[in-house]
């Protein structure tokens, strides 16, 4: 099969473009697979990774999994890497992982909303990911390892005192903004002024205002510089 890479117990199945892992990928390699790479594809759905019960690493980087990710139940998965989705809603993942894969030691959600850093808003900054994941280690005490940082006993002891207020929010859109048309653009003239058809002189009200610094529209200008 084309773009299909096996070496023993690895199996590697890297940007085919699919949108489902394949049936036959499970039927050919799901019975001996430790080792699993859809990295590169696109991806929003695993259905049919039930046929690896024996996964111990998957790779899921840079396909386009959201919050309604299903993993089916894999007891010897130590090592899950899902870089680069589309991933928002933090404790549902972390709430199914834990169900799901009880031997998790590595997880990797870097370039995800949910994992709050500069890779995703520079908005964010290092108190907002040690946030997280004193948070991610409240829910999986079991982790060794997280994004690319090892644990450290200061953070494991941290989030068992803490961990359980560190959840992170995903903020809600105001009224103001939901009911605003996506479309819509500023303007400082009152709603009846913006019909075509109006002709009439409008005083309207500017968000800015001007003092006049750094302005040139006030200086003198010569005969001479004509």
């Known amino acids: 099969m084309a773009g299909l890479v096996v070496s023993g117990v ?3 199945y890297i940007g085919q473009d699919c949108r489902e892992i ?3 990928l499970g039927r050919d390699c799901g019975h001996f697979a430790k080792r699993l790479d859809l990295s590169f594809n696109l991806l929003r759905s695993l259905e049919g990774l039930s046929a690896f019960g024996s996964l111990e690493e998957l790779i899921l980087d840079n396909n386009l999994l959201g919050d ?3 993993l089916p139940g894999l007891p010897r998965l130590h090592t899950l890497t899902l870089n680069k989705n589309q991933i928002t809603d933090l404790e549902c993942l972390l709430d199914h992982l834990a169900e ?3 031997a998790l030691e ?4 870097l370039g995800n909303v949910a994992c709050p850093n500069e890779l995703v808003s520079l908005e964010k900054d290092e108190e907002d990911y040690k946030r ?3 948070f991610v280690l409240h829910k999986l005490p079991n982790l060794k390892f997280l994004d690319a940082r090892k644990v450290t006993k200061q953070e494991r002891e941290e989030a068992l005192v803490r961990g359980a207020f560190m959840k992170v929010v995903k903020p809600k859109a105001s009224s103001d903004s939901v009911a605003a048309s996506p479309k819509s653009r500023y303007t400082p003239l009152p709603s009846a002024s913006r019909e075509l058809t109006s002709h009439r002189g409008i005083l309207g009200k500017c ?3 001007y ?3 750094n302005s040139e529209g006030n200086r003198f200008i010569r005969d001479d510089q004509l």
Request: a positive charge.
């Open 10 to 12: 690895q199996v590697s």
């Open 22 to 24: 394949p049936e036959h």
């Open 68 to 70: 309604d990710l299903v």
């Open 100 to 102: 799901v894969t009880p």
């Open 106 to 109: 590595y997880l990797s959600l």
């Open 132 to 134: 997280y994941r004193c």
């Open 207 to 209: 968000r800015y205002v």
């Open 211 to 213: 003092y006049g610094k």
